[in-house]
């Protein structure tokens, strides 16, 4: 907790260009914003059981045409789509800085990883 989970999902929705105040949606389970695309924040801390998502259609979020936001995604069992950007944060020894690991899991993110690294080669 406190790792910078809503601060990367405030950059994703900024970067949309919905205007909105991005909170972390743990007793709402979901927060969804408009903007380019619309992206729905979940924080599935509380849930007890995956299958709790069904009650939320997840499925409608989870494969449609937004971008879906997962904290705690460990916590979705059998449920976690076979293509998805996976991005862990840890904390350094400095509580003010923090390791940023993003993996690519199907061929959609990994031809994203490898725009990223073409755009990153190009600035160099």
């Known amino acids: 907790m406190g790792a910078g989970k809503t601060y990367i999902a405030k950059g994703i929705v900024s970067g949309i260009g919905a205007g909105d105040t991005v909170t972390s949606p743990t007793f709402t389970l979901m927060n969804q914003y408009r903007g380019a695309y619309p992206v729905y924040h979940f924080d599935i801390y509380r849930l007890s059981e995956p299958e709790e998502l069904y009650d939320l259609d997840y499925k409608d979020y989870f494969y449609g045409e ?25 904390r350094t020894v400095s509580d003010t800085e923090r390791k940023i690991t993003v993996c690519a899991s199907g061929r959609r993110y990994d031809e994203c990883m490898e725009a990223l690294k073409e755009y990153e080669n190009s600035r160099t």
Do not use: R
């Not at 936001?69 to 069992?77: S, T, Y």
């Open 66 to 90: 937004g971008i879906t936001i997962v904290e705690w995604p460990e916590k979705l069992g059998d449920l976690v789509p076979d293509e998805y950007l996976k991005i862990t944060i840890e």
